[in-house]
């Protein structure tokens, strides 16, 4: 019985799962395109450069592209093309970077969104828990308060700003780390170790960046749960029948970490554009980057493509989510079987 | 003196706010005797729960001790609890002298580890060998009528009822001779109520405990077991007496009140119905002039505004703080 309704449980999820995402991509095929401009502006203007005298080849050139990359036909007729391209693993060819295919601009990159966003999501998770189950801890000490404060402060600090002093102050003013890439201009990337080396130093930003204004909200919700947890009734009662203070602390901190789980797990999943303004900022080379120049290009089939496997990434760590949870929760594992 | 367990003495405990005082315990003196059940009844907000907080010096900011003493025995001889701090109690005595069943005994023990392990942990805490604690869960689970199998299970997979029970054999499991359970049975069915005082009457038949305080707003439960009753109004005691003689001639006004608002069996009391009374508690952080009862009081006298009625003696074994039996007083 278990078995069959789990099998049930799990269809059903992934019947949802797909209709969502069939519309999800059918937003992201009509959304750039309702966005007033013409993409392919920007290669005629180069071409138009090459040819200043010769308007009739321009012409002609504008009506190739637009039949290579289908945008004379009806918006229907482009979208079943997509879908029927898509589903052979064909993204399509990028007009920005013409004639480079979306995959080939893609999976370039993802290894550089990965590398950097991965650690730096999971150290923030774990530090601001530990720092927000600290100040819940010790409650109205001069711990609580500055961890209070600074988780409230580096939270409310709109990213790209705090981003963008880091630059001025570690890179400009101290010059102890480079500004921007992620990489030395110049260098081909290699498995050497001067490499590495060279990579790790640009790394270092953008990572704490990330670190410390994510960090802060882990703390909030932490310390809140935690305070929470430490006023509930199984708190209350191991103390009463004599439970050392630091047993009940780690049920405490157990407890009011299993909705913290579900949140990392949310923010793995959009690991790979969530860090669009980290990349914009540091002019870092991964996925946020590369969809923004695809934004204000208007290349329509780049952002499908970046779109069509980030909304993938994210429903994927939402059904993990359901299985990690079940699997740290009895009470919704057991829950779920009888 | 030779038999009492626990002794207050005009306890005060306030909850300090930034500018006024709750008066949530304002005055008490009782005492609890070795082999009792001890009913402690009042409207909610009367300082039931407070209470329970004082005897086990449970002070946590706002809840202030503001004056009077608690004397707990401990081994024949008694220890003032009130003179140590509260970290001082829970070290010496909780769980090991005195115990509690809490409000919301459900939701009593942790939820994500099994029962077993909870027990484990118990031992851990108070340094004793966990196999044998276990086995005495496993006895403790068989006498309050529980599986022994359920122990390997967790909290959540039992009924609330069963629950209920867990956290009893839990609770007594280091025999305490002083169980305070508070509001126990108001989230349970009938059945359940009446399961849940078996299992209480037996653990005192055992000798697993000596002494129970009963606190509860319903009259109906505690009658079936008490064998005094204190009943509380705004934050003080009105009266304390046998229950019996209680039941038969409540003296104090309010208690007369608390006994009319329950339908019981006897044909007089069907015949008459519910008859509440009027009014409310009174707001604590500013109580009535005199006797806190007398706005509410249909025998009000001009005395009770201005003067506080004390708790005295006027039979044996039961106290009253009335003006209208000062006259009986010798």
């Known amino acids: 019985m278990a078995s069959r309704s789990a099998v049930k449980y799990i269809l059903r999820r992934l019947i949802f799962l797909f209709i969502t995402y069939v519309v999800a991509t059918t937003i992201v095929f009509i959304l750039p395109r309702a966005i007033p401009g013409n993409p392919l502006s920007q290669i005629l203007s180069n071409l138009s450069r090459v040819a200043q005298s010769n308007p009739e080849a321009i012409r002609a050139a504008e009506k190739n592209l637009m039949e290579e990359f289908g945008l004379g036909k009806p918006w229907y007729l482009q979208y079943v093309e997509f879908i029927g391209k898509a589903l052979k693993g064909d993204l399509g060819t990028s007009i920005t970077y013409y004639p480079r295919k979306v995959m080939d601009l893609i999976v370039p990159v993802i290894p550089w969104t990965l590398v950097l966003i991965l650690p730096a999501t999971i150290v923030a998770w774990i530090l601001g828990n530990s720092l927000g189950a600290l100040a819940a801890y010790r409650r109205n000490t001069w711990i609580d308060k500055g961890v209070l404060t600074g988780s409230l402060v580096v939270s409310q600090i709109p990213y790209y700003w705090l981003g963008m002093i880091f630059i001025f102050f570690f890179g400009v003013k101290l010059g102890w780390l480079p500004v921007q890439g992620a990489y030395s201009q110049g260098t081909i990337p290699d498995l050497s170790w001067a490499f590495f080396m060279d990579a790790l130093k640009h790394y270092i930003l953008p990572f704490l960046s990330i670190v410390v204004s994510a960090m802060g909200g882990w703390a909030i919700g932490m310390r809140l749960m935690v305070i929470y947890e430490l006023g509930s009734d199984y708190a209350n009662f191991s103390e009463y029948i004599g439970m050392k203070d630091k047993r009940i602390f780690r049920y405490v901190f157990r407890n009011s970490l299993l909705p913290q789980v579900t949140g990392l797990a949310l923010s793995l999943g959009s690991v790979l554009g969530g860090a669009l303004i980290t990349e914009i900022v540091f002019n870092y080379p991964g996925t946020g980057y590369l969809l923004f120049k695809a934004l204000t290009t208007l290349d329509y089939p780049l952002i499908q493509g970046v779109f069509v496997i980030l909304i993938a990434s994210v429903y994927l760590a939402n059904f993990i989510v359901d299985f990690v949870y079940a699997l740290i929760d009895p009470r919704i594992r057991i829950g779920q079987e009888e | ?330």
């Not at chain 2, 007594?172 to 849940?196: M, R, W």
């Not at chain 2, 409540?250 to 339908?263: A, C, D, F, I």
Request: some cysteine; charged content about 25%.
């Open chain 2, 1 to 330: 003196m030779e038999n009492v367990l626990l002794k207050a003495e005009n306890l005060r405990a306030y909850y300090k706010l930034e500018k006024v005082s709750v008066k949530a315990v304002d005055g008490l003196s009782f005492e609890i005797y070795e082999d009792e059940v001890v009913g402690v009844v009042g409207e909610s907000g009367c300082g039931k729960t407070t209470l329970s907080n004082v005897i086990f010096m449970n002070m946590v900011k706002p809840l202030t001790l503001v004056g009077g003493k608690i004397f707990l025995k401990v081994n024949g001889s008694f220890e003032e609890i009130s003179a140590l701090s509260r970290d001082e109690v829970k070290e010496k005595f909780w769980g090991k002298e005195m115990t509690i069943i809490p409000q919301s005994a459900m939701n009593a023990l942790m939820p994500t580890i099994k029962m077993e392990r909870y027990v484990q942990h118990l031992a851990e805490s108070h340094g004793l060998d966990a196999r044998e604690l276990i086995d005495k869960t496993l006895q403790r689970f068989k006498e309050v009528g529980l599986e022994t199998s359920w122990l390997k299970r967790y909290p959540f997979e039992l009924s609330g009822g069963m629950r209920q029970r867990a956290v009893i054999a839990v609770s007594t499991i280091l025999n305490p001779s002083l169980l305070v359970a508070d509001e126990p049975t108001s989230a349970l069915d009938v059945v359940n109520q009446k399961v849940f005082l078996k299992v209480l009457m037996s653990l005192k038949r055992r000798g697993i405990v000596k002494s129970i305080i009963l606190i509860t707003h319903d009259i109906a439960t505690v009658r079936q077991i008490a064998d005094r009753m204190i009943i509380m109004y705004a934050g003080k005691i009105v009266e304390l007496s046998p229950i019996d003689e209680l039941l038969e001639k409540p003296l104090h006004p309010y208690t007369e009140g608390l006994l009319n608002s329950v339908l019981t069996p006897e044909p007089e009391v069907k015949k008459r119905g519910i008859v509440t009374i009027p009014g409310a508690p009174p707001n604590l952080i500013d109580p009535p002039s005199g006797c806190r009862f007398h706005p509410r009081c249909p025998h009000m006298m001009d005395v009770c505004k201005e003067k506080e009625p004390p708790l005295v003696e006027i039979e044996p074994g039961r106290r009253v703080a009335c003006f209208l039996y000062a006259g009986e007083r010798t």
